[in-house]
């Protein structure tokens, strides 16, 4: 199976911090995502990468850089933190245009 | 995308058959049909996705009535693991068609022991 491993399930920044969130896939996916879950908000795009050292902005990007340096890492990077930016963060890897996404299991951050 | 619909919640008593359907009664001829689930505090898991025709795989079947404006996922003997809740999406499947990604709320399957 297709592992998408995220490195922390919650994370606790305080507000200005430089925060890296992790995100390493095993399957040799091209295709990788950052996304943010709010209630009755969905899942909201933020960045994503059809290829290494390629990245491109989503929905809401504002705040947010990505670094994809390797095929199977693609890391998610709040400048610097705010409130607003709590929230939990979800990385998802695809293979083909047609795939089904797999998630990692989240990463839920606190901005204080 | 298409918009779906999907009722707010269902229950399923464990060893029954779950069936969860869907309207996308808006849905155009290359918008594929695909099925999430989540189960709480984890990240969205992949089911199954079809175009046209009824698709199974080891976790559940996909039946797309002829007119492709509804669907109903079929989880085969529920468990209480397949406590989560189910999203039916409909995209796109292009290249570059990221954005269309979108959970609306989805139904809480409750499996009952």
């Known amino acids: 199976d297709v592992k998408v491993t995220q490195s922390s399930r919650y994370l606790v920044k305080r507000t200005g911090e430089k925060v890296f969130l992790e995100c390493v896939q095993d399957m040799d996916h091209e295709n990788m995502f950052w996304y943010r879950q709010d209630p009755g908000l969905g899942l909201r795009l933020i960045y994503f990468s059809y290829d290494v050292k390629m990245k491109e902005k989503g929905d809401i990007p504002e705040g947010y850089s990505v670094s994809r340096e390797k095929k199977e890492r693609f890391s998610l990077i709040l400048e610097s933190a705010s409130t607003n930016q709590t929230s939990m963060y979800l990385c998802?890897?695809?293979?083909?245009?047609?795939?089904?996404?797999?998630f990692g299991s989240g990463t839920r951050l606190t901005v204080v | 995308d298409a918009k779906t619909t999907q009722p707010p919640s269902m229950d399923c008593a464990e060893g029954r058959a779950a069936n969860l359907p869907c309207n996308h009664s808006?849905?155009?001829?290359?918008?594929?049909v695909y099925w999430y689930r989540q189960i709480h505090s984890q990240g969205p898991q992949y089911i199954i996705h079809?175009?046209?025709n009824n698709e199974t795989n080891e976790m559940a079947s996909l039946i797309i009535t002829e007119d492709r404006k509804s669907s109903t996922l079929i989880l085969p003997h529920a468990t209480l693991r397949d406590t989560a809740v189910y999203y039916c999406?409909?995209?796109?499947?292009?290249?570059?068609?990221?954005?269309?990604?979108?959970f609306g709320s989805g139904t809480q399957l409750t499996v009952l022991p």
């Open positions: 998802a890897s695809r293979s083909g245009s047609k795939d089904g996404y797999t």
């Open positions: 079809g175009l046209k």
């Open positions: 999406i409909v995209r796109v499947a292009l290249s570059g068609s990221a954005r269309q990604l979108t």
């Open positions: 808006t849905i155009s001829g290359n918008e594929y």
